[in-house]
C-alpha cells in the first residue's frame, strides 16, 4: 500500500470503495496542529467531485492505470465505440468521460483512453480539432473594429462563438478543452 506521500494530482485511487481520480492535493500544516493533505477527487463512475483531508502518512490505494490511443469510430447510444489499432477490439467507452470536448468529436480522431484492468476510468477528446461551418449569420461588412463573436454551428452539431469574418464552409480550429475558436484553417 501507498501512502499519502506518494499521492499526486491525476493518479487514480479507490476511496470508500468508489475509483477517484486526484483533481488537487495539497499540503497543509496549519499553524500548531498535525498536518494533512486536502484533496479534490473525481469519481469516475458518475463525475460527481469530493473533497477530503488525509492525515501524513496514512495509507492509500494507488491504481494502476494504462493509456492507450484508440481511434473514434461512431456513436452508439451513450457511448463512443472506439478501436484499438493495433489489435482491431471495438470498445464501448461511456460518453460521459469525455466531458465537453465529446460534442467536438468525429470519426476518425484520435482519442486517450486509460482502462484501470478492462475498465475505461478516463479518456480525453484531442486538444484541438478542425471543424467546418455549416450555419453562421453573414458578418456587417465593416464592423471589423470591435472584437465582436457571433455564433456558429459546426459539423458536428457544437454551437462556438466565432470572429465576424468567418462564413459558412470554412474550416476552424477549435480547442476540445474550452469549447473556443482558435484560427480559420486554410
Not at 473514434?72 to 472506439?82: R, W
Not at 471495438?90 to 483512453?113: C, N, R, W, Y
Amino acid at each position: 500500500m501507498a501512502t499519502t506521500a506518494d499521492v499526486s494530482v491525476g493518479v487514480f485511487i479507490r476511496y470508500n470503495g468508489e475509483l477517484c481520480q486526484i483533481t488537487d492535493w495539497q499540503h497543509r500544516t496549519p499553524g500548531n496542529l498535525r498536518a494533512f493533505y486536502q484533496a479534490k477527487m473525481r469519481r469516475v463512475r458518475d463525475g460527481k467531485s469530493a473533497e477530503n483531508r488525509f492525515r501524513s502518512g496514512e495509507t492509500v490505494e494507488i491504481l494502476r492505470v494504462e493509456t492507450h490511443d484508440l481511434q473514434y469510430l461512431y456513436e452508439e447510444g451513450d457511448a463512443f465505440v472506439c478501436m484499438n489499432n493495433e489489435n482491431y477490439d471495438q470498445i464501448p467507452i461511456s460518453k460521459h468521460l469525455f466531458g465537453e470536448g465529446a460534442k467536438f468529436m468525429k470519426e476518425g480522431d484520435t482519442v486517450t483512453i486509460a482502462f484501470e484492468g478492462e475498465t475505461a476510468v478516463s479518456a480525453d477528446a484531442p486538444q484541438s480539432v478542425v471543424l467546418e461551418v455549416t450555419y453562421t449569420e453573414p458578418g456587417v461588412k465593416g464592423d471589423t473594429a470591435t472584437n465582436t463573436l457571433k455564433p456558429a454551428t459546426l459539423e458536428t452539431g457544437a454551437q462556438v462563438m466565432v470572429p465576424l469574418f468567418v462564413d459558412i464552409g470554412e474550416k476552424i480550429k477549435i480547442d476540445t478543452r474550452t469549447g473556443t475558436y482558435m484560427e480559420r484553417v486554410k
